[in-house]
């Protein structure tokens, strides 16, 4: 029964997921900005991390053994690290941009964030 419930849930919400990921990859405006490349790599890591949960889940229900258990753990926790670094590279340019952060002052910043050299401080 779980089973059952747990594909009834993750398989439409995966598909939605996975649109969303084609319209960013598609669309060029989308394409071309680095938040949204991040985005793209972030929901690519995410779909994976969750083929990976619910796989765990029918590894439990049917019983594989403790080596399969570690094999499964240890790619859900590289996928953790995974997804914690590129959120982390997410909020540290939307930081940048919305703030002024200036994290790296060597770097154009206009042309690698796609935004107008004006906004750059805000004085």
């Known amino acids: 029964m779980l089973l059952i419930g747990l594909i ?14 084609y319209v960013f ?10 938040a949204y490349k991040l ?3 972030l929901g690519i890591s995410d779909s994976i ?3 990976l949960t619910w796989s765990f889940v029918v590894f439990r229900l049917i019983y594989l053994g ?6 499964v753990y ?8 995974l997804n914690t670094s590129l959120t982390f590279l997410l909020a540290l340019n939307r930081w940048d ?3 002024g952060l200036n994290v790296f002052p060597s770097f154009n ?15």
């Open 39 to 41: 985005m793209f790599y």
């Open 109 to 123: 910043r206009a042309s690698i964030f796609n935004v107008d050299s004006s906004i750059d401080s805000f004085e």
């Open 25 to 34: 990859y598609t669309v060029e405006d989308f394409n071309s900005m680095p």
């Open 8 to 21: 009834l849930v993750s398989v439409p919400g995966l598909f939605a997921y996975g649109f969303v990921l």
């Open 74 to 81: 240890s790619i859900l926790d590289s996928f953790i690290l």
């Open 49 to 51: 991390f969750a083929l």
């Open 66 to 71: 403790s080596f399969v258990y570690g094999i």
């Open 97 to 99: 941009i919305l703030g």
